[in-house]
C-alpha cells in the first residue's frame, strides 16, 4: 500500500513511499477505505512549534471514504458507514492510503447525497470559515461582515455560511471574472437575492475599499472583518498588493467590531492599537489546526464537523467544484499546491 509523503527542508520534496498498517487494530480505531483526499498546503513552521519532526511527514488529511472495520470499543460508527474527518497534525498515516485506521474521534457519519469528492475537498476551507465566524466573531442575525477575496474557497464558504445566518455580508473581488463571479452568486433555496449586498473591486488597487463600505454602513463601519491575508507595508509584491493594508482593516471596523484575521506573523503598531482602542473593537488569529492539536474541545469540534456536511449536503454551503485528479498525478500536483500556484486539490482513489 503506497502513501504521499513530505521531505522537509530548504525546498520540500514530495515522495510515495510504501506503508503497511498493523495486524491488529485498536480499539478506538476505524480502519477505512479512502474514498476522496483533499491537499492542501504542508504547514511546515507550525510542525515545528508544536514538536513534531520526521523525516517524512505526511501527506494529504481530509479524507473521505467508507468503514471497513472498527475496534472494539468505538460506539459512533459500523462497518461500512460513509465517514468523512481531518488526521490529526500527529498523524502517521497519509490520507493517500487506500487504507487508513483513524481515531473515530476525528470522523462523522457523511451523508449520502453529499460526494465524497465534494466532502474531502471543502471540509477544510468550511472548517476555517465556521472557526471564524462563530468561534471568534460570535456572528449574529443583522451584523454586517467584510469577507476580503470572496471568491476564494474559503471566502465563498464565509459568505454563504454568514448568509445563512442573516448577516449583511461585502466582500472584495481580485479579478473582473472574480468580480462577475460574486455579482451572480445566488443561494440554492429560498429567496434568490444576491448573497452578496456589495462587490468592491480591488484588482486596480485597494483605496476604493474604505468609502465604500463607508458608504454603505452610514460611516458607521461593519461589525466583523474576515481577512484573507495583510499587507504589512506599502511597497510589497505584485500579489501582495491585492490585499489589504493592516490599517485599512481597522478603519472598516465599527465600534465594538472585530477582525478575525488569517495572516500569522501580523504586527500591530502603536497607531493601530491606539485606533483599536478608541473603537473599543477586538482581533483574533485564525488557526484552525486546534482542533486537532489539542483535544480539549473535542465534543464541540465533532459538532462543528457534523453542522458543516449536513449544510453541505442541504445546499446551504456550496462549494467550488474541484476536479478529482487521479493518484498518479498526487506528487505533481502536492508540489503546486505547496509552492501555492493552486490553492486546492482533490485526490480520487
Not at 456572528?139 to 449583511?168: E, N, P, W
Not at 475599499?209 to 507595508?233: F, H, K, M, N
Not at 473603537?279 to 488557526?287: I, T
Not at 464537523?305 to 485528479?325: C, N, Y
Request: glycine share 8%; aromatic share 4%.
Amino acid at each position: 500500500m503506497k502513501g504521499l509523503y513530505c521531505r522537509a527542508g530548504a525546498e520540500p520534496k514530495f515522495v510515495i513511499r510504501e506503508t503497511t498498517l498493523p495486524e491488529v487494530l485498536g480499539s478506538h480505531l476505524v480502519r477505512v477505505q479512502v474514498k476522496a483526499c483533499g491537499l492542501s498546503p504542508l504547514d511546515l513552521k507550525l510542525l515545528d512549534d508544536v514538536g513534531i519532526k520526521r523525516d517524512l511527514i505526511p501527506v494529504g488529511r481530509e479524507v473521505a471514504g467508507v468503514a471497513l472495520q472498527v475496534g472494539a470499543k468505538v460506539s459512533f460508527f459500523q462497518p461500512e458507514d460513509e465517514v468523512v474527518g481531518i488526521l490529526p497534525l500527529d498523524s502517521p498515516c497519509s490520507g493517500l492510503c487506500d487504507v487508513i485506521d483513524i481515531d473515530e474521534h476525528y470522523l462523522v457519519q457523511k451523508p449520502e447525497k453529499l460526494s465524497s469528492v465534494c466532502a474531502a475537498g471543502a471540509l477544510r476551507d468550511a472548517l476555517c470559515a465556521h472557526t471564524a465566524l462563530h468561534t471568534h466573531a460570535r456572528v449574529a442575525a443583522g451584523h454586517t461582515l467584510l469577507v476580503m477575496d470572496g471568491a476564494s474557497s474559503f471566502g465563498l464558504m464565509c459568505i454563504q455560511l454568514a448568509c445563512y445566518h442573516g448577516v449583511k455580508v461585502f466582500t472584495t473581488s481580485h479579478s473582473p471574472q472574480q468580480h462577475a463571479f460574486l455579482e451572480q452568486l445566488r443561494p440554492s433555496v429560498g429567496v434568490q437575492d444576491p448573497l452578496v449586498a456589495k462587490v468592491i473591486p480591488v484588482f486596480n488597487g485597494p483605496a476604493d475599499l474604505l468609502p465604500a463600505v463607508l458608504e454603505e454602513t452610514g460611516g458607521l463601519g461593519v461589525d466583523i472583518v474576515v481577512d484573507s491575508g495583510v499587507r504589512l507595508q506599502e511597497e510589497e509584491s505584485e500579489e501582495a498588493k491585492l490585499l489589504p493594508h493592516k490599517h485599512d482593516i481597522i478603519s472598516v471596523l465599527g465600534v465594538g467590531g472585530h477582525w478575525v484575521t488569517t495572516h500569522k506573523d501580523l504586527q500591530l503598531d502603536p497607531p493601530d492599537c491606539r485606533l483599536l482602542h478608541l473603537k473599543s473593537a477586538s482581533m483574533s488569529f485564525l488557526n484552525h489546526e486546534v482542533w486537532t492539536a489539542s483535544s480539549a474541545q473535542q465534543g464541540r469540534y465533532l459538532h462543528i464537523l457534523k453542522d458543516i456536511v449536513e449544510k453541505m449536503s442541504a445546499g446551504v454551503l456550496r462549494p467550488q467544484p474541484e476536479e478529482a485528479v487521479p493518484l498518479y498525478e498526487a506528487t505533481v500536483i502536492m508540489e503546486s499546491v505547496q509552492r501555492r500556484q493552486k490553492k486546492k486539490a482533490v485526490v480520487q482513489l
